[in-house]
Every structure is written in C-alpha cells, then in structure tokens.
DNA sequence: GTCTAATCGAGACGGTACGTCTCGTCTTCAC
DNA sequence: GTGAAGACGAGACGTACCGTCTCGATTAGAC
C-alpha cells in the first residue's frame, strides 16, 4: 500500500469505493454461482466497475477471495458466558454460523485448495484469517487464567503448541462437521464437542483409565 | 453399476483398463497441476483415451477427482499396536501420510469445496469416502472393548454420536494442520493430539475442573 | 458391386429391403437437416439399421447422398406436347420441379461442392446423374427431327458438342434460378427462357443484327 | 458497418487487418482442404487470429466462406472489345477463370448448398455476390446501346426480367459447364454459348422456324 | 489555468478448456 | 457371416473466461 504510494505521487487516485464494491460483489457471486463458477468479468460487472480496475488490485481470483472471505471473520468475538466451557460453546458457535454462510463455505475450501499448491496463497490465508483469529484463543485462554479455570502459563515453550493445537482441533471439526459430513454444528454437537476438547486439555491423564 | 448392465446386455462392453487408467492419470495430473489447472482433455490424453471415454464414465471434473481420490484412502488400516492410544496414533499417522501427498491435497479439498454447492457431490464424497474410513472407527473401538480399554457400549444412541464426533475431530483436525496451518502433522503433534481426543473421551468429567 | 456378390455365397445375405430404406432415410433427413446436418448415425437409426451396415455398402455421406438424389431424377421423362418448343418447356417444368424439393436441392448442391475436390465423387455423379438424363436432350432432338422441326444431323461432330451444351444451358440455368436466385423457375420464366433458347439454337445468323 | 460504429464508440477498436487476414486465410484454407474439411479453428490459426476474434466477426463457417469468396468476384470487370458478343465472350472467359479456382469452387458451391436450407444465407449472397456483379449486364447493355447493336430500353417491365434471365443464364451455364460436366469453359466453347446466347435474346422470332 | 500522469469505463485481443457432436472403426452378442 | 448395439480414438464445434491490451474520457495534484 505504502510503496504504491511512495512510487506514485501524481495522477488520479484509485476509488476507494471500488474496493468495498468489489468485495461485496464477490461475496454476492460466491453465494450465487459458487467457487468455480464465480468469473472475474462478473463480478467487475456486479461491483459496477471495469475488469482492468479489479485486476490493477487483485492479482488473480485466489487473492480476490481470501480477502472477501477473510472480512466475514472479523466479526468473531469471545462472548462473556461465566466459564471457559461456557465461552468457548458460544465462539465455536459463532464460528459454526459463519460456516454456515454459503458465501464462506464456497470460498473458504477453493481457497483453502488452492493454497495446497501455491504456497504465497497459504500465506495469504494464514495471516489474513487464520492468525488474525488466533486472537479469540488467547483471550479466551487469559480470561479463564483470571478466573483461575486455569493455572498461570506453566512453560511457555508448550503454550504455543497447545494454541496451535486447539485453533486446529476447533477449526478443524467445526468446519469437518459442516462442509464434509454435511451436518450442522448444532447447539447439542457444539456441547459434546466442547466438553470432550476441554476434559481432553485439563483432565489428568490418570483420572481416565488409571 | 448393475442397473447399466441390465439395461444394456448387447454392444461392446466399456474397456475395464480404461477405468483405471483414467484414474491414475487424473492423479498424475493432480499432482503436476492441482485441481483448478487440472484439464479433462490432459487427462483423456495421458490415460490414452478419448475425451468421449472419459464423459460416458464421469459426468465432470468433480466426480472424476473424487472416485480418484477415494481410492487413495483404501490403503488406510488400523494397526495393531497393543493400546487403544497407540493404534489411534498409528492410523492418524497414516492419515497425516495420505494427505502428505499432493493428489490427495489439491483434489480432497477442492470437491470439498465444490461439494458446499452440490449436494450429490457431497453425498458421492461421503458415500466415496468418509463412510468407507468410518470401519477404523468402528474397528477401533471394537478392539479397544475386546482389550477392556473401553466399555462394551453402554448407550448405542449415544455411541453413534461419539462415532461421528470422534471422526470430525480426527480428520478435521490432522486436514487443517496439514492444510491450512500448513505444518506437518507428525509424530509428535500426532502424540499430542492423541493424548488430548482421548483423554476427552475417557476422563471423568470431575477428574478435571472440579 | 459385383465382385462383392461373386466373393461371398455363402453366409446370411444382405437384406434387399435395407437398400432402399437407408435411401429413403437419408431423403427424409435431407429434409429436415440439410446435408451438412445430415448425420449417418441418424440415418441407421431413421432406416432401422446399424451403422456397420450402412458403411459396409457406402463409402461415405457423399457417395450415399448420390445415390438417394439420383432416384428422384429417375422420373423425369419427356411429354409428348406436339412441338419441340413445347416438349422442352415441359420438360424444363417437371426439372425445376424435382430441384423444388428440399431433399434434392440440399443434396445435389452439396454434392457438387464436394466433387470439386473429389474426381471419383464427381465421376459418380456424371454417370449416375447427368449422363443418365442426357438421354432426354437426344430423345428430344430425335422426335424434333422426325417431325421435321430440325434437320437431320448435319454434323455429327458438332452436334455432341451441341448436346453437351444445351444440357449445360438448361441445368444451369434453372439451377442458378432455383438455387442462387431463389425465384421459382414457373411457368412464365420457363416460357422465356426456352424461347430464347431455341431461338438461339435454330436462327440464322444473320436474322439478327445485320 | 455504420450502425456498428455508431452504437459503440468506446472499448479497443476492431483490428481492421484481421478480417483481411481472416478472409485470405479462409481462401488457402478452401484451396487446400475444400469447405467439408475447413475448420474454422484452422482458418484462425492461419490468420494468426484468436478463434473469438473470428466469431466474433462473423456467424459462421458460411458466412466466412460467402464474404471470402465474394471478393474473388470484384475483379470482374466488362472489357470492351468493339462488340457487344466479343464483350459478352470477353466477361464469360473472366468468369470462367475465376470458377476455375479451387477457392472459388469448392466455397461457392457450398454456401448455395447451405442456402437451400437457410433463407438469410441465401440473401447474403444475393446481396454480396449475385447484386453485385449485376452491374456487368447493366453495364454490357448500356454499352451496346450506345454502340446501336441493341434498341434503346423499349419496354421496361419486360427489360427488368431480361435482365435477371441473362445473369441465370449466363451464370448458370458456366457454373454447370465446370463444375457438374467438368470440363473447362474455355475458348470454343464460350464463342459457342455466346452465339446461342446473343442470336436467342437478338433473332426475331419468325427468323427460325418460319 | 494549464499541464501531467495515473485512473476510469469499455471492450477487443490471443489463449485455452469446456462439454457436445459426428466421424468411421472395432468389439461383442444373437441369429 | 450378418446384423444390431454400442464403445472406441479422433478431432471440430461454438461458448466462456482468462489475463492483457488499447482506447478515449475523467480527475486530481503540480506548476
């Protein structure tokens, strides 16, 4: 953004609502034509502006999607229910409903696809949606310590794998339940889910089989 | 499959090798160009077939990666490894191995994606797929029962459930690792994701928080 | 033709009545297709024949389409009306009468197209079209000689030539009238054209201009 | 042409040495494989054109090959060599020359064939080929007319129908002489027609058979 | 108030894959 | 061996998008 700028300090300066319009029109396209079926010409058109200007922005559909997508998921965030167990159903929950959105479902996966063979992409994903929600996990984590549902950060070496494995376990089946099994992650599924993910991260290892 | 025999029983019969052929190129080409480059008529040549062969088999690119794909997951089996914990590592670590490989990364996710907005797709990919790996699941808990590890099934409404549940956060959580966060799913992350599903499964409820 | 019939005496013979049905079948495609429509697929199916056995008595779409206008052509014959001037306005009426129908005007254009690039396919239509109506310039100029309308072949030498070009001259012209022109060659026009071609053909020279 | 423009003046401009390039290399395309064989894939290549440049321009194959061919035919012109039957033989021979062009006869052919079946076809070689070289009759007339070889115009509703039976005529012989006879239209035989042709529309009517 | 330069819309361009069609051949079964 | 059925390799069809390009017409800030 800064280095365009930089290099250019003259000429006619890009619409910023082109932008906005753009990524609306995409989001609108996914819903009704679906990943593959969604063409950049038609959403030029829906968005009420030329192919040239789409692509002077957007390197390529991919890109174009990650964004479109990404902005959906900015609007996550940790509820205050009481108790981890409780906080944690109500953002799986939210996460859940976003899935559910045909425009999410759509683009999230192509992208995702994509991303297997073309690593700047995964990139892409992974600063623009992935580590942007890594937030609700730390939030959620610092307010149970508060609580004291959970001890203080013992060894922070492990801490950052167990974040990491907790954004993949929840993301993971939460989006293995809807998209590929192709039921809902209902109020009942979030529950048993929750309580096996949290018995899993806090019981003793004892405590189970003995 | 035999509804097109009964139909037909006069004609040239439709060439066995083709099936065959067709699929394993449609894997080679997977792995050269993923799924959004991967072109049918490549595929018809480098099977050394017609593209006419290959649309009286599949009706599109869809249906083709998935039966494609399908059979990569037939290799899957559950070992013996003497504990329930160990052979749940040892067939996520085959899992992780599948989904290692390019031709199952590009095509899995993207008929995923494709399936968000076809519902006969994502029944093929179930059918296909997903209720075929579910005999791990089944076997598993089956062997661990034999072994005493688990319970002979108290409630068989709820145990359905915990079958379902159980394969979204295992295949769920080892594809968005391996996909998405774009980091191996190996030995050790495998360990601690085994440690955490099962210790949720079996600890008792109090065991932990209270 | 024949040494096919003086190769094989023995097994199933060919069935007589499929002949004439494939012919039947492709006038009746010729109909409601056109040539470049005109399908042999459609015409097995049309005439209640495999393909195998439409190929085994036909080279190709151009030799069968031949054969099938050939037939039509078969009807003409020269009315007896009293003069020479009057048999070949009548003549001239029941040709542009056959070139009326769609399954000779789409045919036989087409054919003449494809023998320009074709020696054999044009050999065929000579002797399977044109020589075989030649028949009506020379019975005509016979009975205009026996009925003293003109006098008996002075030059024989010239006189092949002359056929040879009033055939062109008739053809031609209600072709070109038919065809390119797309008036109908009625009653009114065959009256002019036949008496400026008579005329032509029986004025002295020097009648005219001088 | 002029509505074209006028309805759009924006966007990139037609290439105007495509369609030259289109329509020559339609032409080579017509000499070496005739109209059956021309793909319009090829025709592009040839033209080192994009197969959308080239339906964008124009319908289809018939189309193409009708404005292809049609240029061949504006290098007609009446020549003038003292006499109105030295004229006539003079432009017969021009039109001859021409029909003796693979280009020419394979396309011409065709496109008559496919207008049997396609009345807007059949208008636009009215329009392209046969209008246009009307001019020659004219223009033919006119001259003769002032050479006194011909009475000046003395009924103009017969005129106008003399006019369209000459063009069938002269056309229509040529066409058949070269193309369904196959032999060439030369020298001899256009002084053969020609005579016929000019003592018909010239003799008086009791000059011949009294 | 020009001048200058990047923007905008529109749409043609060379490519490439699509899924369908027809070709003429080949393979099988039934008679 | 003939005939019906239909799969086969081949390749053109006409369409749709791709991402690039060429236009003339706006816009702004720099001068």
Redesign the pocket.
Same mark, same amino acid.
């Given at each position: 953004m800064q280095s365009?700028r930089t =290099?250019?300090? #003259?000429?006619?300066? &890009?619409?910023a609502a082109?932008d906005a319009a753009i990524l609306a029109a995409t989001r609108e396209a996914l819903v009704e034509?679906g990943w593959s079926?969604?063409?950049?010409?038609?959403?030029?058109?829906r968005?009420?502006? =030329?192919?040239? #200007?789409?692509?002077? &922005?957007w390197?390529?559909?991919n890109e174009l999607v990650v964004d479109a997508v990404a902005e959906l998921f900015d609007e996550l965030e940790l509820p205050d229910r009481g108790s981890l167990a409780a906080d944690i159903e109500g953002v799986v929950l939210q996460f859940a409903a976003i899935l559910a959105r045909p425009e999410a479902r759509s683009g999230l996966m192509a992208v995702v696809a994509e991303a297997t063979r073309d690593d700047a992409l995964r990139e892409r994903i992974r600063a623009s949606i992935v580590d942007r929600q890594m937030r609700l996990v730390l939030e959620g984590r610092a307010r149970a310590q508060r609580r004291g549902e959970l001890p203080p950060e013992p060894d922070p070496t492990e801490s950052s794998r167990t974040v990491d494995l907790i954004f993949d376990m929840v993301a993971g089946a939460v989006v293995h339940r809807t998209l590929v099994s192709g039921k809902p992650a209902d109020q009942a599924w979030v529950h048993g889910f929750t309580r096996v993910l949290l018995l899993g991260l806090t019981a003793q290892p004892d405590g189970g089989t003995a």
């Open positions: 365009r =290099a250019s300090r #003259t000429g006619r300066p &890009r619409s082109a034509l079926k969604l063409a950049l010409s038609d959403v030029a058109l968005a009420g502006v =030329a192919k040239t #200007t789409l692509y002077r &922005r390197a390529g559909k």
